[in-house]
């Protein structure tokens, strides 16, 4: 694993731990919440700050800003299942450590707290699930006090796989979701396949298959919010056949990964409120 400053490290060991990384799926998981608990970390600019976690999953993310950092995190999802999992997690980790982690259920179109209340917001892998993206960029502008930063990932819909699916009838790229994708973390083809789709009302379903870097500096720009950094990046090798590879060189593979790649499977992005 690469190393960093002493503050990325303490990162990485709280995140390793709550991730505990073992295959490849795990270790891209890790990679992603590393790049985005590294960015809100260095991008702090008082003492005290105040994180508003959208769509927190079961809090590694959270966890990890408020132990390796000591940030005030408020760690948020729409099902009541992942708030109790967060909980659950928060009370198997040293209390002082995780004392400023508040956890709450909430829709990330419609945030219930005050306007200029946070100093950053991350949402990862959440833009894909809502009905009105948009919303949530005007949404996390309202909440963010001024020069506070929103930061988030999303499926690339640009990524080169994709861009090859087009042309396959829907019957084809079912049976390529089914038998190459890892349903349970990463349902990204281009369709949803009947295991990850769920039912069409579910949060976790996925409304459209990603955005383009000009897609998204477009929703930020109506909503208010200037993109200052944004890149492409994962290698478009399907999960599956990562599984089986050596296991040394699929973390190799998950760890590089999250670095800048021209057609990459994923988006990054961190919005600056002027």
């Known amino acids: 694993m690469e190393s960093g400053t002493p503050a990325q490290e303490r990162i990485d060991r709280v995140l390793r731990d709550l991730v505990q990384p073992t295959d490849y799926v795990k270790w891209e998981y890790f990679s992603r919440q590393r790049l985005l608990a590294r960015g809100i970390v260095g991008s702090r600019q008082a003492q005290r700050t105040r994180v508003l976690d959208i769509g927190c999953g079961h809090g590694a993310l959270s966890l990890t800003l408020a132990e390796s950092a000591g940030l005030d995190v408020v760690a948020m999802d729409v099902l009541e299942s992942r708030v109790r999992s967060v909980a659950a997690r928060k009370a198997t980790r040293a209390p002082e450590a995780v004392a400023r982690v508040r956890i709450i259920r909430a829709d990330a179109e419609s945030l219930p707290f005050r306007s200029e209340s946070f100093d950053a917001v991350v949402a990862t892998e959440v833009l894909e699930h809502l009905d009105e993206p948009g919303r949530m960029l005007a949404e996390a502008h309202r909440v963010l006090r001024p020069a506070g930063r929103f930061f988030m990932t999303t499926p690339n819909s640009d990524a080169l796989p994709y861009r090859i699916l087009r042309f396959l009838p829907d019957s084809t790229v079912s049976r390529l979701a089914a038998s190459l994708t890892q349903e349970t973390l990463h349902?990204?083809?281009?369709?949803?396949?009947?295991?990850?789709?769920?039912?069409?009302?579910?949060?976790?379903?996925?409304?459209?298959?990603?955005?383009?870097?000009?897609?998204l500096g477009r929703l930020g720009l109506q909503a208010g919010l200037?993109?200052?950094?944004?890149?492409?990046?994962?290698?478009?090798?399907?999960?599956r056949v990562m599984q089986v590879t050596p296991q040394a060189l699929s973390r190799s593979v998950a760890t590089l990964g999250t670095r800048p790649l021209p057609l990459g499977l994923q988006l990054y992005a961190e919005f600056m409120k002027d």
């Open 187 to 215: 349902p990204e083809l281009l369709h949803d396949h009947p295991a990850a789709a769920g039912t069409s009302g579910h949060p976790d379903r996925h409304r459209r298959e990603g955005f383009t870097l000009r897609e």
């Open 226 to 239: 200037r993109m200052s950094v944004a890149y492409t990046y994962r290698i478009p090798i399907p999960d």
